[in-house]
């Protein structure tokens, strides 16, 4: 799977921005994968967002984002979709699309990047407060 994220920006607070990551997949289809969101902000270590199983129906958030970001699938389109909504200066990071070739095998394992077999080159977003 070659995956690759878009739509990062510079925005103020307050504001939102949505990401796309679009996936090219070969010898399987796009909806064998469950499709996860991480970010990385300078200094730090890199931090799950969120997950979406394959057919959409089940989501998965971290606390600091939850209510706030939306995250969502086409997969006719092989396309996973991040709303970020009310956006904070501390959602400022480089974020990172992935796919798990394995589905989601439970609530907390979403979570772990290294569950996750194929990853984008990554998008940057800044808020500005």
Same mark, same amino acid.
């Given at each position: $799977? ?17 990401? *796309? ?12 994968? %469950? ?5 990385? %902000? ?7 967002? %969120? ?6 129906? !089940? ?12 995250? !969502?699938?086409? #997969?006719?389109?092989?396309? $996973?979709?991040?709303?970020? #909504?009310?956006?904070?200066? &501390? ?9 798990? !070739?394995?589905? $989601? ?6 979570? $772990?990047?290294? &569950? ?10 800044? *808020? !500005?407060?």
């Amino acid at each position: $799977v070659q995956l690759q994220a878009s739509g990062g920006g510079l925005v103020q607070a307050g504001y939102s921005l949505r990401l *796309v990551c679009a996936a090219r997949v070969s010898g399987r289809t796009f909806n064998n994968y %469950a499709m996860g969101w991480f970010r990385q %902000a300078p200094g730090k270590e890199r931090e799950f967002v %969120a997950a979406i199983n394959w057919s959409g129906g !089940s989501t998965y958030y971290a606390d600091s984002v939850k209510g706030r970001f939306t995250i !969502s699938r086409d #997969n006719a389109k092989n396309m $996973v979709y991040l709303q970020m #909504n009310s956006l904070k200066s &501390e959602d400022t990071a480089v974020y990172y699309c992935a796919a798990d !070739s394995y589905g $989601v095998t439970s609530a907390q394992a979403v979570r $772990v990047a290294n &569950e996750y077999d194929f990853w984008g080159q990554g998008t940057q977003v800044t *808020v !500005s407060s």
